[in-house]
């Protein structure tokens, strides 16, 4: 049982440039959500999924792009890439949404744009 | 809209006294709270939440936390602080019903001196 399991853990992007950032889970979760974490700031939602086929926007969607296909995976796709998305991104999922469940989190993605 | 507020960035304690890193929220109807703990270079963990029921929780690695309804606070408390409590902790509420998403406060960085 591995997890939330998230690729690559570090990349660099010159703006413009287009990525996808991957993240699986291996636990039947339900939800799946992506955040972003800047220091002073929190976490801050970018977008989220209540199940294949059906996602939502979280507080800061804005030049970001998600799709589920499958229950276990839930890619973030930048479209094009600004100084601004400088950041390390966290996938989290849990069993249900709109629940007291936890959430469980990956090990991040360290993104820089230049 | 539902938010949480951690009052400190920085709380410094000797190894051995009790810890307190303190968090209030906002959220419409009853709340959903939880603390998770970041270490560097590393996704967060979960350590406790409140549901329902008893006001004092207890978590992992001997952390509790206390919720207050009339204050709506939710301090995370530990008897006995150790180096290895040092680390990044982050409190979070979602809002009962359908509320889907899960709001963090900024973080409050701990630091357990020898």
């Known amino acids: 049982n591995a997890g939330v399991t998230q690729t690559p853990k570090f990349q660099v992007l010159k703006t413009g440039q287009s990525m996808t950032l991957q993240c699986a889970q291996d636990?039947?979760?339900?939800?799946m959500s992506w955040y972003r974490q800047d220091p002073g700031m929190g976490l801050r939602l970018i977008h989220y999924?209540?199940?294949?086929?059906?996602?939502d926007q979280g507080e800061v969607p804005n030049g970001y792009n998600v799709s589920r296909s499958t229950t276990e995976d839930f890619p973030l796709r930048l479209l094009s890439a600004a100084p601004s998305q400088t950041s390390v991104y966290f996938c989290?999922?849990?069993?249900?949404?709109?629940?007291?469940?936890?959430?469980?989190f990956g090990p991040g993605t360290r993104l820089t744009v230049t | 809209a539902q938010s949480v507020a951690q009052p400190e960035d920085q709380v410094n304690v000797a190894e051995g006294n009790p810890l307190t890193v303190k968090c209030t929220y906002s959220v419409s109807g009853n709340p959903y709270l939880f603390w998770y703990v970041q270490y560097p270079n590393r996704g967060l963990q979960f350590l406790l939440k409140y549901i329902t029921g008893d006001n004092l929780v207890k978590g992992s690695y001997g952390f509790e936390a206390e919720f207050n309804k009339s204050q709506t606070s939710f301090h995370l408390k530990k008897p006995s602080a150790l180096v290895s409590d040092s680390a990044l902790y982050f409190c979070?509420?979602?809002?009962?019903?359908?509320?889907?998403?899960?709001?963090f406060g900024s973080g409050t960085q701990l630091t357990v001196l020898p």
């Open positions: 636990m039947n979760h339900e939800y």
């Open positions: 999924s209540v199940g294949a086929g059906i996602t």
């Open positions: 989290a999922s849990s069993y249900e949404a709109g629940s007291p469940y936890e959430q469980y």
């Open positions: 979070a509420v979602r809002g009962g019903g359908s509320a889907r998403q899960l709001t």
